[in-house]
Every structure is written in structure tokens, then in C-alpha cells.
């Protein structure tokens, strides 16, 4: 099998939605090639990730010695962040901090399980509400941008907030619920997955595509600032405990569903009610890319999912075309625009974030950077 005659990977269901997807002569993608030969050969969760995470933890704990907390962690009600701070508080003894952004697209489902986490752990939240306005300004801003990196917005309201609020109190560890087991095959940067906070990249956004006024009350730190000044200078750590512990994704669900009455989800990232209708319905009827296709992928490459289940389900829609006809007109009017507005954005002219000013080329250095020092070693594109 040639490159040329090879539309989806024989492996896993990576296809050439992926403009600049390669596959090797058995139709292997390089994202199951990456996975095979950099992150499985160093991902240990038996001896060696029992040895880590205590490690880890006794690190964080003699830091935190006479501090309320030893370590904060962002708390979406979602399963991997749910799932670390279970892992966070009873396997590894420490006294972490829930922080919840709330960005004002919550599910009533994430809402509650936060609130089972929070009584079931016993742990204190602190919950930061973003103003409203200007979240919604610019995300008008960012759909008029034509671009699909539509939650830019979200996610840099929500680690801009989480940064700003350790550096702040001096919060010294961070832990997240990023991880290998559901996340190995990170979807390419062409389907929305611009490598962090650019404020480049907002800057001529809002003053390409916004209302024209100055937008102060959105929350962002520059992916540079955090990376660089944050970790390298002041000294604050991000972990990542999952990688360290047997994760699968059915049996956490099992298991936080047993202790806390926690409720699955549907599909990933379906605590946010704007990014489960951006990822449902904006992302493949707009422009053609699942983000489904990554999230199985990472499935099928670590023996949680047969490439045929993934097959069938990528084969239809998440959710019903009824309820995504309502997710439309639920999206537009809490947006403050018309259904046809709304429309109207999603019938215009498709942009790319290279149509933008933006710093990509630093990013994607220090990005190589991390893998040449093995900081990193999902395949980023």
C-alpha cells in the first residue's frame, strides 16, 4: 500500500482530513509510528509509576510544608481532571486545591460533579467566575475570525485564570489531568488545536474581528509567559499523575461513578456546553475535521477501543440533528446573535490563524525543544 492509495490508517482511523497526514508502506500512520516507538516505550505504570508518584508527591509535600495547600488543580467535571483529583488526594496523600473557571458554558452535568468530587473528597474549591461579557465579545470575535480554532477562547480563559491565581498565592505545583492513556494521538493544529495562548494571535484577532472597543476584563497569559517565565523562572511545576497510574477510561468512569455518584459523559470535552456543539456540529459540518477521529485513535492505540467500534461510531453524528438544532439556537442567542447571524458566520469565508498575526513559529520551537529533552513526546503538528 502506497502513500498515495492510503485514505485512513490501518491502525487506528487517522485519516487525510489530516492534510499533512504520512503513512509507511503499511499504511501506518506517524501518529501510531509516534506512539510505538517514543511514548509507549517510556510509559510505566506498574513499579516504575508507583516509584514516580510517590516521588512526585513527597516533592510536592515537603513545598507545601505549612502551606493550606500543597497543590492546585483545574477541576472541569470532566473525567480526567475528575479522575487526578481522586488520584491526587487518595493515592498520593496530598492537599490540592480544586479550581473550577467558569466561563459560563458549563453543563449541569459538570456542575454536578464537581459538587460530588467536592463533598466526596472532602477538598475546598474555589470556583472564578470570568466576566460574561467578555467572553462572549470575544468569541463573537473569534467566529467572525473564520478560523476553526474556536475554543481558543475556553481554554485560555481557563489556564490564563488557573496560572494567574497560583502565581498569585504562590502556589508552586500544579496538577493536571493530562495524559497518555485517552490523549496520546493529539489532533493536528489544522482541526483547531493551536499549540497554547498566542497573544499575538488575540491581539490581531480583537482588532480585526472585535467590536472595536478594548476587551481588558478577558483573562489571558501568554503561552511564552507560562512556559518560560512561570515554570523556568519562578519555579512552578506542572504534573501529570495519570501517567504514572493504571488509567483507563471505562474503569475510572466505573470507579468515580461508585465512590461519588460522578455521571459519564457522553463523548470527551461534553462538560462544556459551547465546545461539545463546536466539536459536534461547528468543527465537521464547517470544515470537515472530526476531533472524534483523535480521541479513538488514542483509544485504539492504548487497547481501549477496536478500530471497527470506532469505525461504526465515527460513522454518525454524536448527537441527534434535532438536539443540534436546538444547541444552534441555544449557541446563538447566548451569544447574542440571531440564528442567521449565526448561520451567516458559519456560511463565510474559512481562515486559518496563518491568515493572523501570531507567533507560531516560537511556539512550535520550543515545542521540538521539549521533545528533543523527552519533556514531550505525543506527536504535535
Excluded at 17 to 29: A, L, M, R, T
Excluded at 238 to 258: F, G, I, Q, S, T
Excluded at 295 to 322: K, N, V
Aim: glycine share 8%; charged share 30%.
Amino acid at each position: 500500500m502506497t502513500n498515495l492509495d492510503t485514505k485512513i490508517c490501518s491502525n487506528c482511523i487517522m485519516d487525510h482530513s489530516d492534510p499533512n497526514i504520512n503513512f509507511d508502506n503499511e499504511g501506518v500512520c506517524e501518529y501510531c509510528t509516534n506512539f510505538n516507538d517514543y511514548v509507549k516505550p517510556s510509559w510505566d505504570v506498574g513499579i516504575k509509576g508507583v516509584e514516580s508518584l510517590q516521588k512526585t508527591a513527597d516533592s510536592i509535600k515537603k513545598d507545601g510544608v505549612g502551606k493550606d495547600f500543597d497543590c492546585i488543580i483545574g477541576l472541569s467535571g470532566g473525567l480526567d481532571s475528575s479522575y487526578v483529583a481522586y488520584v491526587a488526594k487518595e493515592k498520593m496523600g496530598l492537599r490540592p486545591l480544586l479550581f473550577h473557571v467558569d466561563a459560563g458554558w458549563n453543563t449541569d452535568q459538570a456542575v454536578g460533579n464537581i459538587e460530588k468530587l467536592v463533598d466526596g473528597l472532602g477538598l475546598d474549591l474555589y470556583t472564578e467566575v470570568v466576566n460574561w461579557e467578555a467572553v462572549k465579545r470575544m468569541q463573537v470575535a473569534f467566529l467572525r475570525s473564520g478560523i476553526p480554532d474556536q475554543d481558543l477562547v475556553q481554554d485560555a480563559a481557563f489556564f490564563s485564570g488557573l496560572y494567574k491565581f497560583a502565581r498569585k498565592y504562590k502556589i508552586k505545583h500544579i496538577i493536571t489531568g493530562s495524559n497518555y492513556s485517552t490523549e496520546c494521538c493529539r489532533e493536528p493544529e489544522e482541526w483547531g488545536g493551536y499549540l497554547g495562548i498566542d497573544k499575538t494571535l488575540f491581539g490581531d484577532i480583537w482588532q480585526k474581528c472585535g467590536d472595536g472597543k478594548p476587551n481588558n476584563e478577558f483573562p489571558l497569559v501568554d503561552i511564552l509567559v507560562y512556559k518560560l517565565w512561570y515554570q523556568k523562572v519562578l519555579g512552578m511545576k506542572v504534573h501529570h499523575p495519570l501517567n504514572m497510574v493504571p488509567y483507563l477510561k471505562k474503569d475510572a468512569e466505573d470507579e468515580l461513578e461508585r465512590l461519588f455518584g460522578w455521571q459519564r459523559f457522553q463523548h470527551k470535552h461534553h462538560e462544556s456546553r459551547f465546545t461539545r456543539f463546536y466539536e459536534d456540529f461547528w468543527l465537521p459540518r464547517r470544515f470537515g475535521f472530526e476531533k472524534r477521529r483523535a480521541h479513538f485513535s488514542s483509544l485504539i492505540m492504548t487497547g481501549q477501543m477496536s478500530r471497527d467500534e470506532a469505525l461504526e461510531r465515527i460513522s454518525r453524528p454524536e448527537m441527534d440533528e434535532h438536539f443540534l438544532k436546538q444547541e444552534f439556537e441555544y449557541v446563538a442567542h447566548k451569544l447574542g446573535l440571531t440564528v442567521l447571524e449565526l448561520q451567516q458566520l458559519f456560511d463565510s469565508p474559512k481562515k486559518t490563524y496563518r491568515d493572523y498575526k501570531n507567533k507560531r513559529s516560537l511556539i512550535s520551537a520550543g515545542a521540538n525543544i521539549m521533545r528533543r529533552l523527552g519533556l514531550e513526546k505525543r506527536h504535535f503538528r
